[in-house]
């Protein structure tokens, strides 16, 4: 009886090794492909955290000298209406012995009321101007926080792209691919806003 039949295993086992190389290996190639614009948007997005949070510093910066600025203007303001009382105590000590006051004293509580409202006025400036940069600097750091959970995002995407990679797993590559996608998507929205 002839013995079984014999099938060659090396040139099947050679041909599928090299389909899996060849299948493997454009995998591969997508995953890093893919991983290098994912790490390139990530470096984007990067100085664009370092950026906002900057801006947002130098404008906090300035809104605390310009409330140094408003709080002098009323302190001066305080001192125009200590000047002001005084004038008037001073008017009232003549009336009090029932005589007429000096012209001065009714002159100074006329020019330091108007002194104040000059003061005022600056001040109020001041604490407006101060509003407006930390309400922009709060924006920017809101934008920033976007910016740098994109980054994460980015990185998270990044790592699963490299054991996709190492594993050849289509599956965590998909996986990659989402992290990424929502990670620009947020830096999207942050970037226009």
Same mark, same amino acid.
């Given at each position: ?45 990067? %100085? ?7 801006? #947002?510093? +130098? =404008? ?5 000298? /310009?409330? *140094?600025? @408003? ?69 920017? %750091? ?7 959970? #994109?980054? +994460? =995002? ?5 790592? /699963?792209? *490299?054991? @996709? ?29």
């Amino acid at each position: 009886m002839p013995e079984g039949i014999e099938v060659d295993t090396d040139k099947l086992r050679e041909a599928i090794h090299e389909e899996f190389e060849h299948e493997g290996g454009r995998l591969v190639k997508a995953i890093a492909l893919s991983t290098s614009l994912l790490a390139a948007v990530a470096a984007i997005a990067a %100085l664009q955290a370092g950026a906002t949070v900057n801006e #947002a510093l +130098a =404008l906090k910066t300035e809104a605390t000298g /310009l409330q *140094a600025e @408003a709080s002098d203007q009323w302190a001066f303001y305080q001192a125009k209406g200590i000047k002001q009382a005084v004038a008037e105590a001073s008017e009232s000590a003549y009336r009090a012995i029932a005589k007429d006051p000096p012209p001065v004293y009714a002159e100074k509580q006329k020019r330091y009321g108007e002194e104040q409202e000059e003061i005022k006025a600056k001040a109020k400036e001041k604490e407006a101007e101060r509003d407006r940069k930390s309400a922009e600097a709060d924006h920017l %750091l809101h934008r920033h926080h976007g910016f740098a959970n #994109a980054v +994460a =995002l980015f990185q998270v995407s990044i790592a /699963l792209g *490299a054991m @996709a990679a190492l594993s050849r797993m289509r599956i965590v590559w998909w996986g990659s691919l989402a992290v990424g996608a929502v990670g620009l998507v947020l830096f999207a929205i942050h970037a226009l806003a």
